[in-house]
């Protein structure tokens, strides 16, 4: 949010957890379009992919940008529903100012409870057929 120029001022404010998220929304529902497209070069069936995976792919983007399309690994996962390799594969690292890669366990866990689970039951896509 804060290198977005029309939310810097309103966050410098201060703002709530619930604000924060609409922001978050309103600059990210764009994106979704291209992670749909994306999705459809591993799945002929992307519509199937359930929402809060779908969610998890933006909060990797909100993170990543454009970076998170080179996750194929991630989306072949996504595809066949392998949830476990989807966990694997969404793994939450930063880099230290001394250049040094850490794993943040604490977002990677926020994610894995968020996201990337079986939330509402059932399968979480079509087999893949491509």
Do not use: C
């Not at 998890?56 to 080179?70: A, E, P, S, V």
């Not at 194929?72 to 996962?77: D, P, R, S, Y």
Request: a positive charge; hydrophobic letters at 30%.
């Amino acid at each position: 949010m804060k290198k977005n120029p029309k939310y810097k001022k309103e966050a410098q404010l201060g703002i709530s957890k619930d604000r924060a998220n609409q922001i978050a929304s309103e600059v990210l529902m764009p994106e979704q379009k291209y992670i749909d497209n994306n999705l459809k070069k591993y799945t002929n069936y992307p519509d199937t992919i359930s929402p809060q995976i779908k969610e998890g792919l933006l909060d990797m983007y909100w993170q990543l940008g454009n970076g998170l399309y080179k996750y194929q690994n991630l989306f072949n996962a996504i595809a066949n529903g392998d949830i476990s390799q989807i966990r694997e594969e969404s793994k939450v690292q930063y880099k230290t100012p001394a250049g040094k890669w850490n794993f943040d366990k604490g977002r990677y866990e926020n994610r894995l409870n968020e996201y990337f689970h079986y939330k509402f039951g059932g399968i979480i896509t079509k087999r893949r057929f491509i």
